[in-house]
């Protein structure tokens, strides 16, 4: 009999339900506390998990009461929200898709989980695969920007990433894909609203990134807060149980988000809370997560024949099976049982800036503002987020504490150790008033450069962070409007570095300003990997993962739409465009400036006609006709002409990088497998339809930028 049956032979139902129970615990001089509980809990089998637990002491001295002092001895899973780094930050999630390298993305989370594991923890709520194409979502920030692709791609290598080669490594942690599924499309932008999408859009957007995690192999799955067409899915059990269970095949743990059972009340779908347990135990959901609706509720449940032990004990075996893959039971002491040594805090530290840099996205660069000439005398550094280290880390940053990150005036005071910078915030982030403008404008005087530093506060994104204006809050905007107005007088160039977690609507500003970059929130790193970007050492190379809006009109904006029967003719009235201002974004996705200059040309596909069965070999030549060396991405798309489905005008099929000196040239070759041709058809179901197919590739979404050759499908 193997060691999980023998357990639950041997386990009361207050021990099983334990196993299903996850709550949230910190660690105070007096030892360790437990929300609405206490560590008797643990010792009596009846807390089985935890989450925010940080560091090897108390993780252990908790594991102990588990592990030394319960009647059966069965460790705890304890878990955290590593986003994006644990202690050493990396770019949010949203920044990082910028970089569009599937191997930094594996990297970073393989990095994140050591030092999380070094911490003594066994799983991470991440990766978040949410699709957003709405800037107002503050959970925008912790995604992989608007296309389903990207997402596809991030799933895969943050799977492997986390949870590297053997679950049971000391190094490695569960990840959990969240949150499935369609949380980016809610109503309105508004966290936890309602969502009511086509299948269509379920199955082509939302789904796709969650189908990559099961297959790569993802340990446990976090149902979304929302409801889908009025199912919350915590309780979607034709989602949960019947295609990623049984579909899919996913046979690991599926996580309640935090109180999300209890919330089925909420959303008016169960009377009380022994109704809510016994529905997202039957939809397939294991672990619940701070609402207690499993010890409190289950076995009421169970009296009132809501559900069969056989149901319970299928969870129970789950989240054993789970704690057996990770190594626990034969070793619940081996994460952190090894500190980290020096050499390797210092390499993340520079992984962290290097990767930081690369996802920089330089929006506009007229006249060669960027980059700053080594001769620089004066740098003037205006704005709220210009010596904010702790903004640094943007929202979700687990154990990275204010100290430890790396303002932008301390970056660029390491980058220009010769110049003189001088430095006023100017206003608040948010609120207050501009009484401290004048005074910022007057250090303009005698300056070479001016570096604006605007944006959003860290905690103006992520999780209940929607905005129904994503703009400059607070006075910034009349901060910048003053420092730009003197600085024209001056003759003097501004640089704005933009700190948000999604795009802002800026356009008066992108108008405006010499250069614009998109700063993201950066990680530990942040204020080094600007100065990195604005003195040239690094060429600028993040392509943005998500279109900017010119108007908050626009939203929802992305470049996957479909063509409309009415395609916006500014000489017919009656087509698809607004009244005042164009359809396209201010900038698309993809778009990225380098210090580079990169043309095309000579476009190549082989086969012209394709079978299903076939790959499609795809090949550019790219010159760098500016004077530094930079790097280019090269996006692949597609747009299949005719179809018995109108289909997006773009889809993103791949992409490519190249590192090119000044005046050289070289070949991107991408290779494209013909099934990736395939679409959900009227029934949706997969076809291959004979017909024409464009085959794209350039810079961006930009299809006036974009070099074409046409195929024929053939079945």
């Not at 076995?299 to 319970?312: F, N, Q, S, Y």
């Not at 100290?403 to 910078?421: H, M």
């Amino acid at each position: 009999m193997s060691r999980i049956e023998k357990l639950l032979g041997e386990m009361t139902l207050a021990e099983k339900l334990g196993q299903l129970t996850m709550t949230a615990s910190s660690y105070a001089v007096t030892g360790p506390i437990i929300a609405g509980d206490s560590t008797e809990s643990i010792k009596s089998g009846e807390i089985g998990n935890l989450l925010n637990m940080v560091g090897t002491g108390p993780v252990n001295e908790m594991q102990r009461l588990a592990v030394e002092q319960s009647r059966l001895g069965i460790p705890l899973l304890i878990g955290l929200d590593i986003i994006h780094g644990h202690r050493t930050l990396f770019p949010i999630p949203l920044a990082e898709a910028a970089v569009f390298d599937t191997q930094t993305w594996e990297l970073t989370a393989r990095e994140a989980a050591k030092e999380a594991a070094a911490d003594g923890l066994a799983m991470t709520f991440a990766p978040m695969l949410d699709v957003s194409r709405d800037p107002r979502w503050g959970r925008t920030a912790e995604g992989p920007g608007e296309d389903p692709l990207l997402g596809v791609l991030i799933a895969r290598a943050k799977v492997r990433g986390f949870q590297g080669g053997d679950l049971a490594d000391a190094d490695a942690l569960a990840a959990c894909a969240k949150h499935f599924c369609a949380y980016g499309p809610v109503t309105a932008g508004r966290e936890y609203a309602s969502v009511d999408i086509s299948e269509r859009t379920l199955r082509e957007v939302h789904l796709p990134p969650f189908v990559a995690a099961v297959a790569a192999g993802v340990a446990t799955i976090m149902p979304a807060f929302t409801d889908l067409a009025g199912v919350p899915m915590t309780a979607h059990t034709a989602l949960l149980r019947d295609y990623l269970r049984g579909q899919l095949g996913f046979d690991g743990v599926l996580v309640s988000d935090y109180n999300a059972i209890g919330e089925l009340l909420r959303h008016g779908v169960a009377a009380d809370l022994p109704e809510a347990a016994a529905l997202a135990l039957k939809a397939g959901v294991d672990i619940d997560m701070m609402a207690d609706a499993s010890r409190r509720g289950l076995p009421i449940a169970l009296e009132r024949g809501l559900v069969t032990m056989d149901e319970i004990d299928t969870s129970v075996r789950r989240v054993l099976a789970l704690k057996e893959r990770l190594g626990l039971f034969d070793d619940p002491y081996r994460r952190g049982a090894q500190p980290e040594t020096a050499e390797a805090l210092a390499q993340r530290r520079q992984l962290a800036r290097s990767v930081a840099a690369r996802a920089i996205v330089m929006l506009k660069n007229d006249h060669e503002a960027l980059p700053l000439p080594a001769s620089v005398r004066r740098l003037c550094l205006i704005g709220p987020l210009a010596d904010a280290a702790g903004e640094m880390r943007g929202p979700w940053w687990a154990a990275g504490v204010a100290e430890g990150q790396v303002s932008v005036l301390a970056g660029l005071r390491e980058s220009l150790p010769k110049a003189e910078i001088v430095h006023a915030p100017g206003v608040a982030i948010s609120g207050g008033t501009g009484e401290g403008i004048a005074a910022a404008v007057e250090l303009c005087e005698d300056a070479d450069a001016i570096v604006l530093c605007l944006g959003e506060g860290a905690t103006m994104s992520g999780e209940a962070a929607s905005r129904a204006y994503p703009e400059l809050p607070g006075q910034q905007r009349a901060l910048a409007e003053a420092v730009i107005e003197r600085a024209r007088k001056l003759g003097v160039r501004v640089i704005v570095l933009l700190f948000s977690g999604r795009p802002l609507i800026v356009p008066w500003l992108a108008e405006q300003a010499d250069a614009l970059l998109a700063a993201w929130f950066l990680g530990s790193e942040a204020g080094n990997a600007i100065g990195d970007v604005l003195t040239g050492r690094v060429s600028p190379s993040g392509r943005t993962p998500i279109s900017w809006p010119r108007a908050l009109g626009q939203v929802p904006i992305f470049y996957a739409q479909r063509p409309s029967g009415r395609p916006a003719n500014p000489d017919d009235y009656f087509t698809s465009k607004y009244l005042d201002v164009p359809n396209d974004p201010l900038y698309p996705f993809g778009h990225g400036l380098g210090y580079g200059r990169f043309t095309l040309a000579n476009l190549r596909v082989t086969p012209d006609r394709v079978r299903e069965s076939d790959s499609i070999e795809i090949r550019v030549d790219v010159t760098n006709t500016g004077q530094r060396a930079a790097e280019e991405t090269v996006f692949l798309f597609t747009r299949d002409k005719v179809a018995s489905v109108a289909r997006p005008l773009l889809e993103l099929r791949g992409f490519a990088k190249i590192s090119l000196q000044p005046g050289t040239s070289g070949t991107v070759a991408m290779s494209l497998p013909a099934s990736a041709l395939c679409f959900l058809g009227p029934d949706l179901d997969p076809v291959f339809e004979p017909g024409e197919v464009e085959i794209l590739v350039g810079p961006c979404a930009d299809r006036s930028r974009l070099l074409g050759e046409t195929i024929r499908q053939k079945t």
